[in-house]
Structure formats: C-alpha cells, structure tokens
Nanobody
Framework: QVQLVESGGGLVQAGGSLRLSCVAS????????MGWFRQAPGEEREFVAA?????????YADSVKGRFTISRDDNAKNTVFLQMNSLKPEDTAVYYC??????????????????WGKGTLVTVSS
C-alpha cells in the first residue's frame, strides 16, 4: 500500500506562486508514475500534470503549460512536487496527488489511479 499526503496549499493572490508537495509512505513510489489532479467547486476532477517513473518525461494540461512544473525526488524524500507560478483565479481548486503503475502519459487521459491523496486546497484571489 502507498499513502500519499499533500501539503503546500493556501491562499495566494493572482500572479503569485505556490509549491505543492506530495510525500509518499508505505513503500517507495519510484516504480510509479506520479501525477497531480485538481477539482474546482462544482466541477469534475481534472488532470493537471504527470511525471514518468524515471522523471525524464512530463505531461501537462494545456491550461497550466508554461506556468506549472512537476518534479520528483525518489531517493531521499519520496516526494513529488508541483511548482505553480503565475497563478490565476481559475486555478482555485483542491489539488490531489496520485500514483499509478501505468504510464505518465496515460494519467492525462484516465480517471482511475492506483492511489490518491486526500488533497490540499489552493485558493487564488483576484
């Protein structure tokens, strides 16, 4: 089993930055593709970004390309990060971390993941 715990959410003004972290415990996630998803109030959960097992490939939703960066540190911290810059009010959502045995590319088109975190709230004020 893998437990995922997100942190780093909060309230930020439009144009600001936040860095989300997702710490995995229970077992190493080096064998999993990792991703971030988000769900805004009244909306369905949507894909944000994913990173391959090796960290060499990344995928982003069009709405966040050029503003968000996903990275991972499997060696010491067993952690995945999401650096969010130039935040917009429409980025307001609960952000979820996910781990999956499939590919990172597949995470961008699938909804069911092997493991989910409980989410962290990001609120961007205008």
């Amino acid at each position: 089993q893998v437990q995922l715990v997100e942190s780093g959410g909060g309230l930020v003004q439009a144009g600001g930055s936040l860095r989300l972290s997702c710490v995995a415990s229970g077992r190493t996630v080096s064998g999993y593709a990792m991703g971030w998803f988000r769900q805004a109030p009244g909306e369905e959960r949507e894909f944000v970004a994913a990173i391959s097992r090796s960290g060499s490939s990344t995928y982003y939703a069009d709405s966040v390309k050029g503003r968000f960066t996903i990275s991972r540190d499997d060696n010491a911290k067993n952690t995945v990060f999401l650096q969010m810059n130039s935040l917009k009010p429409e980025d307001t959502a609960v952000y979820y971390c996910a781990a999956d045995r499939g590919t990172a590319q597949a995470m961008s088109v699938r909804n069911g993941m092997d493991y989910w975190g409980k989410g962290t709230l990001v609120t961007v004020s205008s």
